[in-house]
């Protein structure tokens, strides 16, 4: 089985004998696709198998019409009813606390990022001090500072 063929019977397969249920590209590769007698068999094929589904559809399956008390039961339903008035909206307070607090850790990033850092540009002004532990006994003390 050729490329083609094979791409035609997956078109076939999917949408059917109908070519106006076939996507655009389709039906108009669909003359290029006829042309080949094995797809055209498949078309013929397909398109008689589904003209005799559709005729035994019309025997075996009567139409159906709905009863007068389904129609009743319909016509309630779609009828417009009284609508309850909405209740006042209520905000649990958990709801305010999430909100406040990732407001405040919003406002805190926001803060933080917006540029107030340290120009560490002239060396003159900023010491290093390599020597620096984290004791902090004498600087509580206030003996070393």
Sequence with gaps: MTLAEQIFSALLA?????????PLLARLLLPV????????????DARREESELAKWYQDIIPDLEPSAA?????????LPGKRLPREPSFTPPWRLSFAAAMASALLGVLLGASGYFADY?????????????????????????
């Design 14 to 22: 999917r949408h059917g004998a109908d070519a106006s249920h076939w």
């Design 70 to 78: 389904l129609q009743v039961r319909l016509a309630s339903i779609a």
């Design 33 to 44: 696709f006829l042309r080949i007698d094995s797809c055209a068999l498949r078309w013929q």
């Design 121 to 145: 540009t002239d060396p003159d002004i900023y010491v290093f001090d390599a020597t620096a532990t984290y004791e902090v006994s004498n600087w509580i003390a206030g003996t070393e500072l």
